[in-house]
Each structure stands twice: as C-alpha cells, then as structure tokens.
C-alpha cells in the first residue's frame, strides 16, 4: 500500500492508501453506503457507475469475494472505492478472492485509511460532490459531471433476449438491471420475458406487461425510456405496469411529474418505508441519488410509499390502472427481502 489522497471538488482533502497498482487521477461522484454488509452486490450494480462509494462500515472485506453467481452484475460498475479499514485477509469458505485481489482485477482503485465518518459529514452537509482518487504529485483542476455522461446506455444490454415459454408476455426494459431482479422475474412460470435495451421500441409489439428496472444517472437522460413508456400507456391503459428505481423515476417523467436531485441519495439496506393509507411499515435497501417531486405528480396518480427517515416519496401508482412503481429495491442483493412480494403482485396482475 502507498500513499494517496482523496480530493473532494469543495477542496477538502482526506489522506489514505492505496495498493501499488493503482495510478494517476480517478474521478467519480463521492457518495456513502451505510451498509454493514453487501460489498459484492454493491460494486457490482449497475446503478453505481460513475460514483465512487464510500463505506462507512469501520471494516470492509472481511468476508472476501464470492463467486460470479452472487454477483448484480459480471463486473465491477463503481468508479472506485473508500474505506477506512481494509481486511487484511478474509474468512469464508465460500470466499474466492480477497477485495484487494478482485478491485486490481478489473482496476477498480480503492483507498484505505481514510476517515470515512469525517467524509460522510462533508457528503451530508455539502451534498454528494465530484472527487478524486489521486496518486502522485499531480492534482484534479476541474471534475467531469457524470450527469452530462449517459451511463445507462453504458450498462444495458446491447442486443434483446427471450427467456420462458409462457403465454404471458412481459417486457423488461434494462436501464442497468442488477440480476436478482433478472433471476425473481425468471422465477415465474407461465411468463415469457423480453429483456430489450433502454431504448428499445416495444410500442408496436405484442405483450401483457412492461416492467422498467433500475439503472445509474440522472432520469433525465432517458428521456427516449420514458417517452416509448407513455405511448404504450395510451396505447394500451389496461396492461400492466411496473418499476423499480430509476423506473419509478422514468415512470414520473413518462406521467408528466418532475425529478429532481436528492442532496446525498439513499444508500442503504435499512430504510423504513411507510405504505401509504396504513401503519405498516417495512424495511428497504436503497441506492438512487434522484426522486419524483410529488407536487408534480397527476390527479389521477398517488404516493404508494413513502420513506419514514425523510418523507420522500418511495412509490407511486395509478388511482384506476394497473401502474404502479417503487423507488426502493425489493429484489435486494443485499439487504431485506419484506416487499418481494412486489414481484408476486405484478405477476398476478398480467
């Protein structure tokens, strides 16, 4: 491990280590994850390109790196990693590499040592910023803004797959889905999905549902999702509809609501979401940086959820029809599995 540092665009600057393979400058957005657990699955989603995650966790790796099965993904997506303790070795048998060993794989740079409780209070009370993994002598002069690089069409699947043989048609448009989504909605008996690209034209095809996954950047960009997303509302009112994070937020953008950029995101694998209209409530694993402005959103539309650690909304779903959407992730990988059961009633809905 050598000396390096972490430069945040506000100038705050935090020192720590890196393994000697890693080089040069490397950018991305700073955001935090307070997970305890999940590394793996974390790196691995989609969602995450472009960002550089911080984990507050005081250690990570310990449990090393499973094999590809457990995996959202064949790859690292995050644009780099932070910690405070790095384990030097790891226990578990079903372990395959160490962190270190799978980061310089497919180099990814990670930082140790770093004061990830100091780093998390700049991200809380600046927002989430632009930074950089330095080593060396030379300094960052600007930050790229990810919001100006379209990331989901770094992450979706290239050309479409058919997998089933039943008599439900579904299509899943992939804006960057993690695969426990893939492997629940593959689960189903009786469905044949369609996983097509973000900007795929399914309008003029046959199908029962569309289902939108989750996806990394602003939903802005996926201006083209959301507009296929609103003819085939209109085109066919009565199919089902359902998605999940950055397909709640196309789904917004599709029914005419507005987006807008939370200040440091929900990452994590213990938010508590409130099911509007009763008392229950159940915990969530979260990882998106926007939200729908619910003073936007259509007459004819309602909050579906929400969450009870900031009042944002964490769902919406059409009054009469079959629409409906959720900002948080009910596959997991990692976290809490309580509203799986989403999947079951999307299905049941076809």
Known sequence: MIPAKLVLQTGDVFEGKVPDWVKGINFGEIVFNTGMVGYTEVLTDPSYKGQIVCFTYPMIGNYGVENQDHWESDQIHAAGIIVSELAPFYARVQGEHSLKEWCEKYNTPIIADVDTRALTKVLRQHGVVAGAIVVGDNMPISYPDISDLDLVAEVTIKESVVY?????????VDCGMKANIW????SYSGVTLKRVPYDYDYTKEPYDGIFISNGPGDPARCQQTANFLKIAMAKCPQKPIFGICLGSQIMGIAIGAKTYKLKFGH???NHPCLLEGTNRSYLTSQNHGFAVDEKTIPNDWEVWFRNLNDHTIQGIKHKTLPYSS?????EAGPGPVDTVWLFDRFIDQL
């Open 267 to 269: 990452r994590a694998q």
């Open 183 to 186: 492997r629940y909605l593959c």
């Open 164 to 172: 089933g043989d039943g008599q439900k048609k579904v299509i899943v």
């Open 326 to 330: 959720v900002q948080f992730h009910p």
